[in-house]
């Protein structure tokens, strides 16, 4: 019984393109992440989500677009692929976006690869 | 700001020895600290996390780390190494505003050999 899940888990894409990561969490939590780890497995915040409002924007382009249908989804859209955007992409949870101490439960990881 | 560093992007011990990853964190105010575990292909897990409670932290696998505030660190020890060990290791700090956004490491890959 998978917590936190992603779908696809790899993905193969053209430039240019547009594509969808799909990530959801049956933990019953308030909070939603997406991480992006490059190719040295540096990981870094994107967004993060909090009961379906945005409480987090990192600096990403505008073509990286999330969107949280309710509390257990958060997916992410990509507009106009570039070969810089190759890489794994991390979805995660928490029980709450109030308190610093809270463990983030993290997805399996979307490989996407751009050519 | 928060930050936190770790010294070495690779760690090589043989099976049966002691584990030690570093990481030293900067923050202007008591830290919320964690340890994750990346293995081969999957999302990252957490090992343990300091939240003040206690300095000695004990975590799963038999790892343990030990908040040290007057050297800003927070070292991950096992005391007898694994070939299950064989992951990447990330320090993370959460960051203590509004968004409580995790800042991780560049993590630490540890290398076990037989």
Known sequence: DTAVSQTPKYLVTQMGNDKSIKCEQNLGHDTMYWYKQDSKKFLKIMFSYNNKELIINETVPNRFSPKSPDKAHLNLHINSLELGDSAVYFCASSPSGTSGDNEQFFGPGTRLTVL | ?114
């Open chain 2, 1 to 114: 700001a928060q930050s936190v560093t770790q010294l070495g992007s690779h760690v090589s011990v043989s099976e049966g020895a002691l584990v030690l990853l570093r990481c030293n964190y900067s923050s202007s105010v008591p830290p919320y600290l964690f340890w994750y575990v990346q293995y081969p292909n999957q999302g990252l897990q957490l090992l343990l996390k300091y939240t003040s409670a206690a300095t000695l932290v004990k975590g799963i696998n038999g790892f343990e780390a030990e908040f040290k505030k007057s050297e800003t660190s927070f070292h991950l020890t096992k005391p007898s190494a694994h070939m299950s060990d064989a992951a990447e290791y990330f320090c993370a700090v959460s960051k203590m505003d509004s968004s409580y956004k995790l800042i991780f490491g560049s993590g630490t890959r540890l290398l076990v050999r037989p």
